[in-house]
């Protein structure tokens, strides 16, 4: 595998190359690995970045508590054969003006984008400066963040650019929760609770016009919870309309937070 941290070197090496690539902020996981090895399917280049993103963080404590590991990130990429490795630094990453000024399609309003000020246009800021470097054929991301995953879309075919998003399903723990970097975090208790969730969560969904949200919320306080943000129900088919009643074109959107650790999912 080769590393780079400097873009102009890495655009020399892949020059004219087709590149799958597959951004992520580290602290590798199971979902990470599964949209690798769906990426080398495509026999194409395989290229992993890793950069913890300060601009998509509206709190410094979050930005410098977040999961690091680049020693165990790297025996894991190699391991898996990947062929290339971009870790740049902030400067790598922000020292230019890109091509695209950064959209925003109005549905980073909902969602994390009501909680999270300024996270999304930290996405779509990263995303654009990564696509601009790297030009690949295929990007693969997860339906984890599903929000990210409609906005860069809507990005990309604002501006028509030519890679194309790969939708990768959720991979998730034996007890359903949702693997994250952010699950380091967490100990055997903090677990326990975001399972319970999950299952309560899915128990729910089908009858979900039944229950006010109030209600719901405060279900997720009782199982251990210290905040909601939200519980929201999406048909994810239909541009993303909210719903009243759940269908298998919708997905439940939870936000919530264990101790100080913001998770999470859709369902
Ligand atoms: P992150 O490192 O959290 O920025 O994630 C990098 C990519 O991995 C994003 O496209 C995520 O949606 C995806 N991802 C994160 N967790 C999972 C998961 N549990 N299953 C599938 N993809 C995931």
């Not at 790297?74 to 400067?91: A, F, H, M, T």
């Not at 930290?122 to 601009?132: A, T, W």
């Amino acid at each position: 595998m080769k590393i780079f941290k400097d873009k102009h070197k890495l655009r020399e090496e892949i020059l004219d190359k087709n590149i799958s690539f597959i951004p992520t902020m580290g602290g590798l996981h199971k979902g990470h690995i599964y949209l690798i090895k769906k990426s080398k399917k495509y026999k194409k280049k395989t290229l992993v970045s890793i950069f913890v993103n300060p601009k998509q963080f509206n709190k410094k404590s979050d930005f410098k508590s977040y999961p690091r590991n680049n020693r165990r990130d790297i025996k894991i990429l190699k391991d898996l054969n990947v062929n290339y490795l971009y870790i740049p630094s902030i400067k790598d990453i922000y020292d230019f003006k890109p091509k695209y000024k950064i959209y925003l399609h109005k549905f980073s309003e909902k969602l994390c984008g009501k909680y999270r000020k300024g996270h999304f246009k930290g996405v779509i800021n990263v995303m654009n400066r990564l696509i601009e470097i790297i030009k690949p054929k295929d990007i693969f991301m997860g339906k984890k963040d599903y929000q990210q995953l409609f906005l860069v879309n809507k990005f990309i075919s604002k501006y028509k650019i030519k890679s194309k998003i790969i939708e990768c399903n959720t991979v998730r723990e034996k007890n359903g929760v949702a693997c994250s970097s952010r699950n380091f975090l967490l100990n055997a208790n903090d677990i326990k609770i975001a399972s319970k969730i999950y299952q309560f969560i899915n128990k729910i969904k089908k009858n979900f016009e039944n229950y006010n949200l109030k209600f719901l919320k405060k279900e997720l306080l009782k199982l251990g919870a210290k905040r909601v943000d939200y519980i929201e129900n999406y048909n994810v088919k239909k541009n993303f309309k909210k719903s009243k009643r759940y269908s298998k074109n919708c997905k439940i959107f939870i936000s919530y937070y264990i101790r100080n650790i913001r998770l999470i999912d859709n369902i």
